[in-house]
């Protein structure tokens, strides 16, 4: 029996998933220029890590959004200082950003290379190991904290 509840890609039409996909590079410029335009060292409504705020460590992720601040300005060393896996997070949202617009105005989408199990579980170690090394309270590591 099929499950009646799932949803079939096919029955999504074009124009729908096109208009979801302009929804979503709306909702990224809207965000990119969120964090371009308020600081969020200053901003009180800008969320913090909730990780950090319960536990005190960074998770790989913290200082992403005062890193991309950052670099909207033009500061990549103090970029790279909030987080220094921002290169590859601005490789991951740049690629996603073009790939819905591209899609939401021509109807065809980038081509994607395949992710294999195992890229994926090595992405997954780089954010833990990257989470684990940045907490450790030793030289050089703690230049790793954000």
Same mark, same amino acid.
Request: aromatic share 18%.
């Given at each position: 029996?099929?499950?009646?509840?799932?949803?079939?890609?096919?029955?999504?039409?074009?124009?729908?998933? /096109?208009?979801?996909? @302009? @929804?979503?590079?709306?909702?990224?410029?809207?965000?990119?220029?969120? #964090?371009? =335009? &308020?600081?969020?060292?200053?901003? @009180?409504?800008?969320?913090?890590?909730?990780?950090?705020?319960?536990?005190?460590?960074?998770?790989?992720?913290?200082?992403?959004?005062?890193?991309?601040?950052? %670099?909207?300005?033009?500061?990549?060393?103090?970029?790279?200082?909030?987080?220094?896996?921002?290169? %590859?997070?601005? &490789?991951?949202?740049? &690629?996603?950003? !073009?790939?819905?617009?591209?899609?939401?105005?021509?109807?065809?989408?980038?081509?994607?290379?395949?992710?294999?199990? &195992?890229? !994926? =579980? @090595?992405?997954? !170690?780089?954010?833990?190991?990257?989470? #684990?090394? /940045?907490? %450790?309270? =030793?030289?050089?590591?703690? !230049?790793?904290?954000?």
């Amino acid at each position: 029996m099929e499950n009646a509840g799932a949803i079939n890609s096919s029955a999504i039409s074009q124009s729908s998933q /096109r208009m979801l996909a @302009g @929804g979503g590079v709306f909702s990224m410029t809207v965000g990119a220029g969120l #964090v371009w =335009y &308020f600081d969020p060292t200053r901003a @009180g409504f800008l969320p913090a890590c909730p990780l950090y705020k319960m536990t005190g460590f960074a998770c790989p992720g913290c200082g992403l959004t005062r890193g991309f601040h950052a %670099l909207f300005h033009g500061d990549i060393v103090t970029a790279l200082d909030f987080n220094a896996l921002i290169p %590859l997070f601005v &490789f991951i949202f740049g &690629f996603f950003y !073009v790939s819905l617009l591209l899609f939401a105005v021509r109807g065809r989408r980038i081509p994607q290379w395949p992710l294999s199990l &195992f890229s !994926v =579980y @090595g992405f997954i !170690v780089l954010l833990l190991g990257f989470g #684990v090394l /940045r907490n %450790l309270p =030793y030289q050089p590591f703690n !230049v790793l904290f954000p």
